[in-house]
């Protein structure tokens, strides 16, 4: 055989296994690009509550979904110590707390932006935030109900019954 010949036959057995592996490559680097473009999403559909747990689970994902930015994995890890730290705060404390993390929340959603190719202003991600008034009401009527029958469950506090009619009639045994 010729040179032509084994060149030919190289190519035939060569090309389709290359143009497996390329298309596998793009595959996998648009995989990659949708879970960090869906961490992203969450957070900036959920940066007025960021306890919501779609925000959370993103929040959980960073470690591993950029992995190859630490630049983002370090802001997330400054933001997951003042969380961490915020849980002893009272007061004053508390509040400057919130305003740190509210800060730090924002910064890390702009490296994840910029990483992405999006160039968010700072004023869009912190200042343009829709929370309507009923999901906050709903919010701080659900937790008053948890905190008001917890000690109920608990056995700590008894149940008062009152009886508001005025034509009840009692049976006797």
Do not use: C
Request: aromatic share 8%; charged share 30%; no cysteine.
């Amino acid at each position: 055989m010729h040179l032509y010949e084994w060149l030919t036959v190289l190519a035939i057995l060569v090309g389709p296994i290359a143009a497996i592996s390329v298309q596998l490559a793009f595959e996998r680097r648009r995989e990659d690009r949708k879970r960090k473009l869906s961490v992203l999403d969450a957070l900036m559909a959920n940066r007025a509550r960021m306890t919501a747990l779609e925000a959370v689970n993103a929040f959980n994902r960073i470690d591993i979904v950029f992995y190859d930015d630490n630049s983002i994995r370090q802001k997330w890890a400054e933001l997951f110590g003042e969380l961490e730290r915020a849980r002893t705060l009272t007061g004053n404390e508390r509040e400057g707390s919130w305003r740190r993390r509210d800060d730090l929340i924002t910064e890390l959603i702009i490296l994840i932006a910029n990483y992405l190719g999006y160039k968010l202003p700072h004023t869009l991600v912190k200042g343009r935030r829709y929370n309507p008034q009923a999901f906050v009401d709903e919010e701080n009527y659900q937790d008053a109900i948890r905190k008001e029958i917890l000690p109920l469950l608990k056995g700590e506090h008894a149940l008062t019954v009152r009886i508001k009619s005025e034509n009840v009639q009692l049976l006797d045994p």
